[in-house]
């Protein structure tokens, strides 16, 4: 099975930025997929990015331009550039993996954004 673990949350001003990571047990050239979602208390998870294991990348319009998801193979990481950020970015961010169509999630990590 995969595991992916999160880590990198934290406390951030407005406009300040946070670097999450997610560190997989295998080769992410094996995984079809890896994104990030968030999930604010008594809201919907909500898609963040997502990046193929052909290195493309897409994000939704309420992170595109602050946001970018990056990997490194080598050291089995995805990682994701959060800048700009906003108080609404506070949530609890998920990793997730994706292969053959099977899902793995993270423990998620918290990322706090103060005014």
């Known amino acids: 099975q995969v595991q992916v673990v999160e880590s990198g949350g934290g406390l951030a001003q407005a406009g300040g930025s946070l670097i999450l990571s997610c560190a997989a047990s295998?080769?992410?050239?094996?995984?079809?997929?890896m994104g990030w979602y968030r999930q604010a208390p008594g809201k919907q998870r909500e898609w963040v990015a997502t990046i193929t294991s052909g290195g493309s990348t897409s994000y939704p319009d309420s992170v595109k331009g602050r946001f970018t998801i990056s990997r490194d193979v080598a050291k089995k990481t995805v990682y994701l550039q959060m800048n700009s950020l906003k108080p609404e970015d506070t949530a609890v961010y998920y990793c997730r993996a994706v292969v053959r169509l099977h899902e793995y999630w993270g423990q998620g990590t918290q990322v706090t954004v103060s005014s």
């Open positions: 295998l080769s992410i050239s094996s995984i079809n997929a």
